[in-house]
C-alpha cells in the first residue's frame, strides 16, 4: 500500500449554509478565507474568474460513515442502487468535494462566492480558477436518476 496522502486545508468556509442538506444550495453567499500563512499575492489575477474550482473535506462526516456497497441514492428506492464511487457525498472513502461557486469578490485573502454547497467551518484543501478550456469534452451522458435527484439542488435556499 502506498503512503499515507497527508493534506493541510489551505482556507476555510466562512458563514454560508450553517447545515448540510440534500437540496436549497443556491444563492447563499459564503467566504473562502484562505489561510494567513499564505500572502495576498498567491490570489493575484484570480478575480477575473468568474468560476473556482474547490476541493472541501466533509469535516463533519466520520470514518463509519463510508459505505462501500451499492445503495439507492438518498437511499429512495425510486433510483436503482448504485455503487459508493457513483455517489457523490460523505459516504465515500475520502470524503472529499468538489464544488464550482461563483466568484464575487476578492478581499485580502477573502473569497467571496455564492453557490458553494458546503458548510460553515468546511476545510478547503485546494482551489483554482475554472477554465472553459479544462471542463469536459465531449457529449455529456448519464442515466434520468441524477437530474430527478437533483431538481430542486440549486433552487435558492430561501425557498425552502
Known sequence: MPDPIRLQPIATVIGGHLEPADDYQGGVESIIRLNDTYPPETLRGIEEFGHLVVVWHFHRATPSDVALHARSPRNDPRWPATG??????????????????????????????????????TPILDLAPYFAEMGPRGELRQPAWPGEMLTEYWRAAEER
Open 84 to 121: 459508493t464511487f457513483v455517489h457523490r457525498n460523505h459516504r465515500r472513502p475520502n470524503q472529499l468535494a468538489v464544488s464550482f461557486p461563483r466568484l464575487l469578490r476578492v478581499s485580502g485573502l477573502d473569497l467571496h462566492v455564492t453557490d458553494l454547497d458546503a458548510v460553515a467551518g
